[in-house]
Structures are given as C-alpha cells and as structure tokens.
C-alpha cells in the first residue's frame, strides 16, 4: 500500500514549456485535490475532484489545468509555464464525501523551478 | 480576512515546556477541525482534528476548540526538538461533497534544546 505517489519529485522548465504532473492513490479513495505551497503562502487549492468524472476549480486555477483519469488517478497539467508557477505542488486525497471527519492524505510533493 | 489565520512564528518554546499554537477562523459553519504539522521539505500529515467544544487529548497533544470563539488551539506538552516542525490549522464544513478543506498559512515551531 503506497499511499498517495507523485511524480516527478523534482522538475526544471523553462517559461513556455508544458508538462504534466502525475498523482495516483490506492487506497480507494473517492475525493483527490492538488494543491500549491509557496513560502508564507500555506496550502493553496488548485483543483480538485470529488469523484471520478468530475472536476472543479480551487482558490488558484489559472494556468492549469487537470484530469481525474479514472478512480486512482488525477493529474495536473501545465500548459505554458511561468516563473510564478515555482511552487512545491501537493497531491492529496480523502476516502470519502460529506462525512463530518475525512483526513486529507499527501503525496511527497513535486518541486518545480521555472526559469 | 483572511479564513483560516495562524500567528506566523516562529515561535521559541524550551525543551521540555508547554507549546500553544492558536488559531481563528471566519466561518460560522465549520464544523471540523485540523492540525496537521510538517517537517521541512515533507508533506504535512495529521495529528490531531477535533470537532465538538472543549478539550481532546492524544498523548502529548491537547486540541481545543471554542466555536463561540471561532478559536482553535493546539497544546504540545513536555515538547521535544522533534516537534520542531511547521503546524498547520485547518477548517472544513459538514456536509460538503468536494470535502475541502481551508488551511491556514502555519505556524513554525521552534523546540529549543
């Protein structure tokens, strides 16, 4: 049981470059998020997917965007990198919808530098 | 305002004495509550939530909430040097299908030997 994987752990671009980052979970769970984390900033919600097949908008949508694969899978994508797109970007999930109590689980974290 | 807020820090706290991190939260509606803490360049993890008033303990940790208040503490007794850590506060309604939750920007904790 892996939890929660992300990849890559590390990524270089360049301003205009694309690319997509990956998160899986295997434990079943139905809601997944990505998140950003900058210096002084706290966690900040991207997007996220309540269930498979359905995708909304966070509090920093622009300039990604995602796709909830299938159950296990929900990547992120960016389309043409900027220098503020550096960030430390979180994948995380939670087994189910509306209960009172639902830990968010998290990925390791990719850390991506745009130059 | 902001939703969720923490006192940045860092906050200096001996080897051994009571560590209190505070946190205030602006909506009305939430109705569980998160302390998650994070190592530097790790991923935070869960070690408390809480979400009836008053006081729950989980060994050395003590959440407390006060919704009157809109206030949430987190004790950390006898605290060690490996609690020095990064301590995030986060809000989340009932009911909510997405299961968002707010965080709050953290609270560095520094455990001084």
């Known amino acids: 049981n892996a939890g929660v994987t992300q990849t890559p752990k590390f990524q270089v671009l360049k301003t205009g470059q694309s690319m997509t980052l990956q998160c899986a979970q295997d434990?079943?769970?139905?809601?997944m998020y990505w998140y950003r984390q900058d210096p002084g900033m706290g966690l900040r919600l991207i997007y996220y997917?309540?269930?498979?097949?359905?995708?909304d908008k966070g509090e920093v949508p622009n300039g990604y965007n995602v796709s909830r694969l299938n159950k296990r899978e929900f990547s992120l994508r960016l389309e043409s990198a900027a220098p503020s797109q550096t960030s430390v970007y979180f994948c995380?999930?939670?087994?189910?919808?509306?209960?009172?109590?639902?830990?968010?689980?998290f990925g390791p974290g990719t850390r991506l530098t745009v130059l | 305002q902001k939703e969720v807020e923490q006192n940045s820090g860092p906050l200096s706290v001996p080897e051994g004495a009571i560590a209190s991190l505070n946190c205030t939260y602006s909506?009305?509606?939430?109705?569980?509550f998160f302390w998650y803490r994070q190592y530097s360049g790790k991923s935070p993890e869960l070690i408390m939530f809480?979400?009836?008033?008053g006081d729950k303990e989980d060994g050395r940790f003590t959440a407390q909430l006060n919704k009157a208040s809109q206030y949430v503490s987190l004790l950390i007794r006898d605290s060690q040097p490996s609690d020095s850590a990064t301590y995030l506060c986060?809000?989340?309604?009932?009911?909510?299908?997405?299961?968002?939750?707010?965080f709050g920007k953290g609270t560095r904790l520094h455990i001084l030997p």
């Open positions: 995380a999930s939670t087994p189910r919808g509306g209960s009172s109590y639902n830990e968010q689980f």
């Open positions: 434990m079943n769970h139905n809601s």
């Open positions: 997917s309540a269930s498979e097949g359905t995708t």
């Open positions: 909506d009305r509606g939430s109705q569980s």
């Open positions: 809480i979400y009836s008033n």
């Open positions: 986060a809000v989340k309604r009932w009911g909510n299908r997405d299961d968002k939750i707010i």
